[in-house]
């Protein structure tokens, strides 16, 4: 579950003061948002922002997220071949020998895992219409802990024609399993840079560039590998490099198609020193109705990835790096989005959600299917295609 | 690539204001209809202080700034203060929808620009932008923005403007 | 520094074609820019919630960009 734990870190690098363009100064939204795979992995994890002006140019931003996980991969305790689950929690008759999705009869009426994340940071407009921001992130688990610290600035020229993004993230992590003796660290140091340009007055453009190293310990302790040396195997933890160095480059571009719609398309490539290279597109379309009162956006995205160089199906011997997880193999994903937005306006005409209609409120949804294939089954459910769908509810008012 | 470089440079760092009207120069007079079909000309408020508002209805600041003009104007008036609204809309009915919904409508004109004649000729470099022209017809501040905090400086700049013969 | 070369010099060429086609667009001509649907990450808390599970199943990040657009005033 590693990397659930970076957490909603990319928050950190908006810093733009929009708030500027509506009349209010103050903001608060909160989701509702869920996540469900047929690998059984199910998180529930609602936020909570809140963006308070609390000076001419100052603003603060407070935000609360909680991350609630089942997983079936956390659930097993077991000890094979000297190598022990990485949880202490009791469940009985479930081996790794034996799990396959369906199989496991563990009760599914608790977390897996709770994380709580707190985010607090302030941002400051200076003169002729920059903003820095400087936030800070912390992270908490029973096995696992994240410190985060990032700062941007944005800068416009030529009337704000052009604006110059540059963002800073750096993160301490900790990771303490349950049955280990140890605790080991995890650093991530992240550097982007963007360009916003005005391309005409219905157009406008994007380019992003980020550059991140990671070193420490990177890998899974709730993953296992099975080196298999032809009738028998041997359980091992899984061991990956202790430094990635991860880079990627992305541009969109935004059209305004009619007075009430636009069309957004992206491209993104990626490529790290563990040989994973990708790209991905994406496009979006949006369009008003009812006079701007409700807003749907159908989007869709398509990603494409090539696999870790020491990733393998299995191993015939002990390599000195070996992994399972599906995250670093090849694999093909499309998704589709659908959002909607409604404000206060008409969200007072409709049943039930007009108790949300406050003044300059509005009403949020989303719905994104996602579907991932891997050319070889998954470590722990044995599936190729993971289905996925995400929704979420939201408010927010501005005051 | 080294002209690739200039020509992009120079589009991102130099501002668009060549023939751009400033401070302490006469202002170029100007003309345009209000949405009920008045014709405004600044010329007619020759020898009173004036506060040309660019704004438009898509502008939060500019939203902002309206009470506060509005309740500029309603305590200047009789003391030889005028205030002309430049609304850029391209559409009247976001203008007419956004006055609509104000608790204390403006008193003053506002001219509907929706081809943007007259904002070319003070080179605004951002909305809103409000031009305070003296009584003999010369700009003497411009502030481009609008925030709260800032409402005592514009106060100032007119009590001034006005307390000149 | 040699592997981060090829992704930087993406990023030059794709910038460089960007600065050709950038046109002055004045801040009276920003009505449809200042559009919610013509700001990038209009909402970044829902961009969150959408990248949060796919840096999970998959093994890339960064590059998406961050908020910005709109109509400049203010």
Known sequence: MGDFRRGLAIWLLASSSLLGQSEADNELQVNFNGYFDNFRVHILYPTLSLTKKIGASTRFNGRYLVDAITAASMRSRFEVDGVTSATARSVDGVTSASQRAGEDSAPEATWDEVRHEFGAGLSRDFGRGGTAS???????????????????????????????????????????????????????????????QVLNPRAVAQLDASF??????????????????????????????????????????????????????????????????????????????????????????????????????SYPSVEEFMTVDSKLNSCVSDELQFKLEIQSDVLKTIPILSILAADNSAFLADLDLYHRRTPTPDWFSRYRDLYAYILSFGWRVRF | MKRRIVRFLS???????????????????????????????????????????????????????????????????????????????????????????????????????????????????????????????????????FKPETQDVLIREIDALIAEK | MARRLPVFLLFCILLLSLASGCARVQPWQREDLSDPIMIFDENPIEKGIREHPLDYREGSSGGTGSQSGGCGCG
């Open chain 1, 134 to 196: 400087a936030n800070g992130l912390y992270s908490t688990e029973h096995d696992y802990s994240s410190k985060t610290l990032a700062g941007s600035v944005t800068y416009p020229f030529a009337k704000k024609n052009t604006v110059i993004q540059i963002g800073a993230v750096r993160s301490w992590d900790l990771s303490f399993p349950d049955t280990r003796t140890w605790s080991k660290a995890k650093d991530a140091a992240t550097l982007s840079f963007g360009i916003t």
């Open chain 1, 212 to 313: 991140t190293s990671n070193k420490g310990f990177l890998s899974d302790p709730y993953q296992v590998v099975r080196v298999i040396d032809g009738y028998s195997f041997r359980t091992y933890n899984t061991a990956v490099p202790d430094r990635r160095f991860r880079n990627a480059v992305g541009m969109r571009v935004n059209f305004k198609t009619t007075s009430t719609s636009s069309i957004q398309v992206g491209y993104r490539y990626y490529r790290d020193d563990w040989k994973i290279e990708s790209n991905t597109v994406h496009a979006m379309v949006q369009r008003h109705f009812l006079d701007k009162g409700l807003t749907l956006g159908i989007g869709g995205r398509h990603y494409t990835q090539s696999k870790a160089y020491f990733f393998k199906p």
């Open chain 2, 11 to 145: 589009c991102a760092m130099i501002c668009v204001n060549a023939g751009a009207q400033k401070i302490h120069e006469k202002a170029p007079d100007f003309s345009g209809t209000s949405p009920d079909g008045k014709t405004v000309r600044l010329s007619e408020y020759a020898g009173k202080a004036v506060l040309v508002d660019f704004w438009a209805s898509w502008c939060g600041p500019c939203r902002q700034e309206m009470p506060f003009l509005i309740g500029q104007y309603a305590a200047n008036k009789d003391r030889g203060f005028a205030v002309i609204g430049v609304n850029v809309d391209k559409d009247a009915k976001n203008l007419s929808k956004f006055l609509a919904g104000l608790d204390v409508k403006p008193d003053f004109p506002i001219i509907h620009d929706p081809q943007s004649k007259i904002c070319p000729l003070y080179g605004l470099e951002g909305m809103p932008t409000s031009v305070l022209i003296d009584r003999k017809g010369i700009v003497r501040f411009r502030h481009v923005g």
